[in-house]
Every structure is written in structure tokens, then in C-alpha cells.
């Protein structure tokens, strides 16, 4: 079988089933996913039955600390790194932070960063304010009418003073997919590590970081079904070479010098949850299990990138024929994300949405922290944009419910 099976898939999310959501149609998911039954259920059994203080010498604390290796082991084969270039932390946000606290320390007055007015101000603001120690920022900037970063023009921005590009797998806001792959072999043939927000992107199927070359993959395990964790992938050699943010006993372990918060536990532990979730999908639609989970990851991505394709084109088609609203990025279902901000022309966002509230349709009206890129795209940045985004788990009835409840609203 190789075509979802959506009520299989709804069937492993408990919020499908929650009376209170029934009559909801969801589609802010680009903001936080539901999450998948194995995370509930890994999460209260160790809140329940292993919540100590992990590794040590007795059998609660020895099976929570297995819990968390089993996490990191499993969630690292899905995304085909190595277990000790996974790293968790509270937040993406809070990872790129600590990441350019280690960056400012290694670089050199002079030195020359590049980032995008694309991104989430996650991965923007931490590294843009190494410019008070001496370093240069450029930032590579978007088409201002379609939202887009041509790799082209990365060219002139990079030096043999370039030290970092730091740029999104995609927006969130304008859903275009980069091309990782070419624009990080660029960067690295200026010497310069690339460090990619995956936050948008990874819901939608975990990405092969090794085929990505990225040096730095960050993402947010509550946006991919998963607990209110920060994931970030950091090339081996990178880590080592980075200077340690976490306490001076610890410099020479790679695992805790780039991760300076306390971990958090159980939803270390719980984020197994996702890989249970990943090999359910995988067993249910394919013969056997018998590959690595490098495979597996990649046929899940392709089972859920083909149902989101099948709902996003007939959504983008509607959206592209009307004359009030301005879709913000490509409307060509194959180069994006089903992550889709639009701008109504004739009326206040913040009314079109009190308008889709009435039609039950959860979704937001923001800037979603991708401040610098509505505004570079002559949107006033305050409300901001009505974004409606969906994933796999999302059906067609749905769509056809926001598209009647978007020509009523507008
Ligand atoms: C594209 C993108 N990057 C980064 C972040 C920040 O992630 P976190 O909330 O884990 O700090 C978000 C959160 O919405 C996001 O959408």
C-alpha cells in the first residue's frame, strides 16, 4: 500500500477523538501539532513510573535514562545522523541562542556571518546581534513580491571571511522549500558552516541530514507530533570544535556542552513516541519492517508528502483564482509547504478570521515571528497574516470546509 491511509493516521491521534475538538477543523499546525498517541503514552508512564533523576543505580532511574538514549538512538536513525550529533534542548529558539553564544567566542572581529530576513526571528536575531562583538552580518534578502531567496544571490554575500549562513529549510510564512543541498554546498565551498531551521519543514516528513549536508539542523519536536522540545543536529567535528556553553566539568562532553539548560526528562524520553509513530505508519503501509530507520524516514515522508500535495494543489487552485486576497509565496502546490499565509485585500485580517472562527476553522492572524519577512513583503507586520496550515494527518473534508468558510469570510 502506498497511498495514506487517513483513518489509520487519524486513529493514532488521540485529538481526533477529544469531544471538544470534534467540531473543529485544524489548521494551525505550523504553530504546534497534535500530538501522536506514543508521546502521550510514553509521556504519563514516565511521569508515572520513572520520574527520577536518570542513570543511576536502580531500576527507575536506570530505566529512564533508557528511555532518553532510546529517544535520542531512534530519532537519529530517522534523520540519518549519528547519536552524537543529536543534541535536545527547550526550544529551537533557545538552541540557536546558546549556538551563537559559542559562535561569538570562536569568531574574529571581521568575521562574516550570513542570514536571511526569510527566517523566523529565531534564527535570525540570536546570530544578527554577534554584530555588537566585531562580527559582520549580510543578510540575503527575499524577492519582496514573491517571499523567495534565489540562491543566485548568496553568491555576492559570500567571502573568505564568511564563517556561517544561516538560513530555513522553509518559511513559515511563505512555504517555499530551498534547496538546502545546493545552497549549503555553496557555503561550503566559501568555508562557512550553514546552520538550517527546519522547524517548518520537518513536520511534513523528517529530512535526511546527511543527504541535506547540513552542519546545523534545528527543529521543534511539538511541531513534528511530538513534547515541547528543541532538536538540533550539529555535525560531530562542528560540536567539538564549538567552546562549551554548559559547566567547565563537562567541556569534553559533546553531548552536554552545547545544551547548557537541565534537560528536560520525560519529553526527552516521550519524544520516542515519534519513532513509534513513524514505524506504525511505515508497518502499516509497507511489506515488513526490515530496513534501517534512515529508509523508513524516507518512505514515511513520501506517504505524507503525497497526501499534502493531493490536498494542497485543489487549496492553492481556489486560493490563486480570487482577486481579494494575495497568496503570499508560490502557488504551485509541488515547490511548497502546505503552510499558507494569504493577505485579504478588502477586509482586516484579524475580521476574515473572527469570520472562520464562527465556521470553526482554528487558524491565526500574525506576524508568526517572521516579523522582518511580512514586512520586507509590504504587509504591515502588525496584525500581520492569515495563515492556514495543514499536515498529513488533515483530510479532504476539511479542506473543503475552509475553502466554503473562506468565500463566506471574504
Ligand atoms: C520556522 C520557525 N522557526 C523557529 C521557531 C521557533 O521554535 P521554538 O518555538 O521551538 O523556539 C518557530 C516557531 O514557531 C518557527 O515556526
New binding site residues.
Partial sequence: MSQLDLAFVRSQFPAFAEPSLKDWAFFEN??GSYACAPVIERLTRFYRETKVQPYGPFPASERAGAEMDEARRRLAGYLNVAEDELHFGP????NTYVLAQAFREMLNEGDEIVVTNQD?E??SGAWRRLADSGTVVREWQVDPESGELDPAALDALLSEKTRLVAF?HCS?IVGHVNPVAEIAAKAHAAGAVVAV?G??YAPHGFPDVAALDADIYLF?LYKTYGPHQ?LMTVKRDLAERLPNQGHFFNADKILKKLTPAGPDHAQIAASAGIADYFDALDAHHFDGNDTDEAERGRRVHGLMEAQEKALLAPLLDHLRQRNDIRVLGPTDAAVRAPTVAIHPKNKPAPEVIESLRHHRIAACVSN??AYRLVQAMGIDPEPGVLRLSFVHYTSPEDIERLIKALDEAL
Fill in positions: 505550523a504553530g526550544s529551537t529558539t533557545q523566523h529565531a534564527n530555513p513559515n531551521d522547524v517548518s521543534s528543541g508568526f515571528y
